[in-house]
């Protein structure tokens, strides 16, 4: 069994270049001394040897006639410097020993246990928050939308990028057809060349839900007007399509620059449409009417939430009896890994493979890659790195979760594969994902689009006891946001990376102390409602304009 030290990364310690390194181990190996630092101890020792030799004598000369009382005086001296001596060859020992944060056999990572405390699967501080969800419809309320006929024109737009992302432009769609008094076109979900999946918005959302709960709010239509005849023009002609807005754009930026080419037009495309809305520079009851339709208009179909609940179902009675689970979010994909920039432990052969991997795929970024090894020490250091499988198992073993722990795992082909997720699969054995959850008949009828897989996913990880993030995303943003819109009671930990990165940078820190700032560090991190600030991000935190003192 070898014992482990922590490094940077659940790896080999940081070395000057990444290149010049044959193969990382884990950082949390403790490497073999050479044998030079074995022929350095031992000229140390002899030079020691030789000192302790010479007080001896000095102490002890060959003189017969050396008086008791010198003598009592002289072994006063050796005691105290056998003393100094055992404190020091102590202390060398204890340098060259360094506190091993886990200990390593094969490729099983162990950890010692940690007490579980009484708030492991709840949030501890949920009741001495006064906070409630008040974006909903009021029901009964009087619509302050205008007749058909006095519409300022439509909006059309795509909805780009994955689930996540498309749900956060619905949203922003909505918002800007309220802005402007437009009529929104049911927006068109994007097929592009990463996600490759012809998806539409009836596949996937309750499409007569989504327009009646915003009937009082914004004028939505299924499809472009008939007397609308050229369709095809509004796909591609320029005539037809706004392509200037900046990101994150205030209101007043549509009522002064799109509104008045909507009412010459009478039907535009806005493009592209990712981020086309601020959150601090539009008015409060607009960002109200975001998260309206983000919690409460946006309703998967009814064979997904069935589905959903069901996994959700099994996962809490799969030893037996009533258990929580934890939900994890692990983004440690190729594509995430390689977009990252950061280093992460492997052999040269697979630093190599990314190395061409980021020079294909980014070019620009990439350069001629001779800076990227101070960028990627940087970034590790501001916690803007991707945690590994290991280091989340550290972690989650640090705040006290034992190896019975129930794990619902969300995440694409995580890259190393099997390897990569040992240490995280050894330490907690029930770790499951849908595929092993569901059988193959039932997941057959979702496969047919990409995001209704990803759909599954967002809900069991919604409903989970403990949902844990391992990265940013909006996934994991709009998976916090809810969970604290819906009362957070739920715990929901977002890991602060460049605190842990500090601690498995340590060689001296020893496990009671990485316990103890774990827990420390991550008491306030449970998705409570935060205060907002300029620039804040909506979606996962959507207290001060979708939430009301109760």
């Given at each position: 069994?070898?014992?482990?030290?922590?490094?940077?990364?659940?790896?080999?310690?940081?070395?000057?270049?990444?290149?010049?390194?044959?193969?990382?181990?884990?950082?949390?190996?403790?490497?073999?001394?050479?044998?030079?630092?074995a022929?350095?101890?031992?000229?140390?020792?002899?030079?020691?040897?030789?000192?302790?030799?010479?007080?001896?004598?000095?102490?002890?000369?060959?003189?017969?006639?050396?008086?008791?009382?010198?003598?009592?005086?002289?072994?006063?001296?050796?005691?105290?410097?056998?003393?100094?001596?055992?404190?020091?060859?102590?202390?060398?020992?204890?340098h060259?020993?360094?506190?091993?944060?886990?200990?390593?056999?094969?490729?099983?990572?162990?950890?010692?246990?940690?007490?579980?405390?009484?708030?492991?699967w709840?949030?501890?501080?949920?009741?001495?928050?006064?906070?409630?969800?008040?974006?909903?419809?009021?029901d009964?309320?009087?619509?302050?939308l205008?007749?058909?006929?006095?519409?300022?024109?439509?909006?059309?737009?795509?909805?780009?990028?994955?689930?996540n992302?498309q749900?956060?432009?619905?949203?922003?769609?909505?918002?800007?057809?309220?802005?402007?008094?437009?009529?929104?076109?049911?927006?068109?979900?994007?097929?592009?060349?990463?996600?490759?999946?012809?998806?539409?918005?009836?596949?996937?959302?309750?499409?007569?839900?989504?327009?009646?709960y915003?009937?009082?709010?914004?004028?939505?239509?299924?499809?472009?007007?008939?007397?609308?005849?050229?369709?095809?023009?509004?796909?591609?002609?320029?005539?037809?399509?706004?392509?200037?807005?900046?990101?994150?754009?205030?209101?007043?930026?549509?009522?002064?620059?799109?509104?008045?080419?909507?009412k010459?037009k009478?039907?535009?495309?806005?493009?592209?449409?990712?981020?086309?809305?601020?959150?601090?520079?539009?008015?409060?009851?607009?960002?109200?009417?975001?998260?309206?339709?983000?919690?409460?208009?946006?309703?998967?179909?009814?064979?997904?939430?069935?589905?959903a609940?069901?996994?959700?179902?099994?996962?809490?009675?799969?030893?037996?009896?009533s258990?929580?689970?934890?939900?994890?979010?692990?983004?440690?994909?190729?594509?995430?890994v390689?977009?990252?920039?950061?280093?992460?432990?492997?052999t040269?052969?697979?630093?190599a493979?990314?190395?061409?991997?980021?020079?294909?795929?980014?070019?620009?970024?990439?350069?001629?890659?001779?800076?990227?090894?101070?960028?990627?020490?940087?970034?590790?250091?501001?916690?803007?790195?991707p945690?590994?499988?290991?280091?989340?198992?550290?972690?989650?073993?640090?705040?006290?979760?034992?190896?019975?722990?129930?794990?619902?795992?969300?995440?694409?082909?995580?890259?190393?594969?099997?390897?990569?997720?040992?240490?995280?699969?050894?330490?907690?054995?029930?770790?499951?994902?849908?595929?092993?959850?569901?059988?193959?008949?039932?997941?057959?009828?979702?496969?047919?689009?990409?995001?209704?897989?990803?759909?599954?996913?967002?809900?069991?990880?919604?409903?989970?006891?403990?949902?844990?993030?391992?990265?940013?995303?909006?996934?994991?943003?709009?998976?916090?946001?809810?969970?604290?819109?819906?009362?957070?009671?739920?715990?929901?930990?977002k890991?602060?990376?460049?605190l842990?990165?500090?601690?498995?940078?340590?060689?001296?820190?020893?496990?009671?102390?990485?316990?103890?700032?774990?827990?420390?560090?991550?008491?306030?991190?449970?998705?409570?409602?935060?205060?907002?600030?300029?620039?804040?991000?909506?979606?996962?935190?959507?207290?001060?304009?979708?939430?009301?003192?109760?």
């Amino acid at each position: 069994m070898v014992e482990l030290r922590h490094s940077s990364s659940i790896g080999a310690r940081s070395s000057s270049s990444p290149m010049k390194r044959e193969e990382d181990s884990s950082p949390l190996i403790s490497d073999a001394f050479s044998d030079d630092d074995a022929r350095g101890r031992h000229a140390h020792k002899d030079r020691d040897r030789s000192f302790f030799c010479s007080h001896f004598h000095s102490l002890f000369p060959d003189d017969s006639r050396v008086s008791p009382h010198n003598s009592r005086i002289s072994l006063f001296f050796l005691v105290f410097l056998l003393l100094v001596a055992s404190i020091s060859i102590f202390s060398v020992v204890k340098h060259m020993n360094t506190p091993y944060l886990c200990w390593k056999d094969g490729i099983v990572l162990h950890c010692p246990q940690v007490k579980e405390p009484p708030s492991l699967w709840e949030n501890p501080y949920s009741a001495t928050t006064s906070w409630k969800s008040c974006a909903e419809r009021r029901d009964g309320g009087i619509s302050d939308l205008p007749p058909e006929n006095e519409t300022n024109g439509y909006i059309f737009i795509h909805a780009e990028g994955g689930l996540n992302q498309q749900r956060i432009a619905i949203c922003n769609a909505v918002a800007v057809a309220k802005i402007m008094n437009a009529t929104l076109i049911l927006p068109v979900l994007k097929q592009d060349q990463i996600w490759k999946d012809k998806t539409n918005f009836e596949d996937i959302f309750d499409v007569d839900h989504f327009i009646d709960y915003l009937k009082d709010d914004v004028r939505i239509v299924r499809d472009i007007p008939d007397w609308f005849t050229d369709k095809t023009e509004l796909f591609s002609s320029i005539r037809r399509t706004v392509k200037n807005i900046p990101k994150y754009a205030p209101a007043q930026f549509y009522i002064d620059n799109v509104l008045p080419r909507v009412k010459e037009k009478k039907i535009m495309a806005l493009k592209p449409f990712v981020d086309r809305l601020g959150y601090d520079n539009v008015p409060p009851e607009i960002n109200r009417l975001r998260c309206r339709v983000n919690y409460h208009a946006l309703k998967f179909l009814p064979e997904i939430e069935q589905m959903a609940d069901l996994l959700a179902a099994r996962m809490r009675n799969r030893t037996g009896s009533s258990n929580p689970y934890m939900a994890l979010h692990l983004r440690f994909e190729k594509g995430m890994v390689g977009l990252s920039f950061c280093d992460f432990v492997g052999t040269r052969e697979e630093k190599a493979s990314m190395a061409e991997y980021r020079k294909k795929e980014w070019p620009r970024r990439y350069k001629n890659g001779s800076h990227l090894w101070q960028l990627a020490l940087q970034k590790r250091k501001e916690g803007r790195c991707p945690l590994e499988p290991g280091e989340v198992a550290v972690i989650l073993r640090a705040m006290g979760y034992p190896k019975e722990t129930q794990i619902y795992v969300a995440s694409g082909q995580v890259y190393g594969g099997q390897n990569r997720m040992a240490p995280l699969r050894n330490m907690f054995p029930n770790l499951v994902t849908k595929q092993e959850l569901a059988t193959q008949e039932e997941l057959d009828k979702f496969k047919k689009h990409v995001t209704s897989l990803a759909a599954l996913d967002f809900l069991v990880c919604l409903k989970s006891d403990v949902f844990v993030m391992t990265h940013g995303g909006n996934f994991a943003k709009l998976i916090i946001g809810a969970r604290r819109y819906m009362g957070h009671h739920q715990k929901s930990i977002k890991p602060d990376k460049g605190l842990m990165s500090k601690s498995f940078g340590d060689p001296y820190m020893g496990w009671a102390t990485f316990v103890e700032d774990v827990i420390v560090t991550h008491q306030t991190r449970t998705g409570l409602p935060e205060e907002t600030f300029p620039n804040y991000d909506l979606w996962e935190n959507p207290l001060t304009p979708c939430m009301c003192k109760a």
